[in-house]
C-alpha cells in the first residue's frame, strides 16, 4: 500500500494526516462519468467512535 494522504481527520482509519487502513474502495460520486477528483469518493471512510 503506497502513502496515501487523506485529510479526513475525522475517519476511523486517520492517523497524522494518512490513511492506514490495509486497502481503500474509491467510487464516483453522484455522476456515472467522473470529469473531476470531486466527483469520485473514499467508501471505506468510517466515521471516528
Ligand atoms: S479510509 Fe478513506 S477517508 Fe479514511 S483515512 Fe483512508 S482515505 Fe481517508
Do not use: H, L, W
Not at 462519468?33 to 471512510?45: L, M, R, V, W
Request: charged share 35%; glycine share 2%.
Amino acid at each position: 500500500m503506497p502513502d496515501i494522504k487523506c485529510t479526513v481527520t475525522e475517519c476511523e482509519y486517520n492517523s497524522d494526516v494518512k490513511c492506514g487502513a490495509p486497502m481503500i474502495q474509491v467510487d464516483r460520486s453522484n455522476t456515472s462519468i467522473s470529469e473531476k477528483s470531486d466527483q469520485t469518493k473514499c467508501e471505506t471512510f468510517k466515521k471516528k467512535a
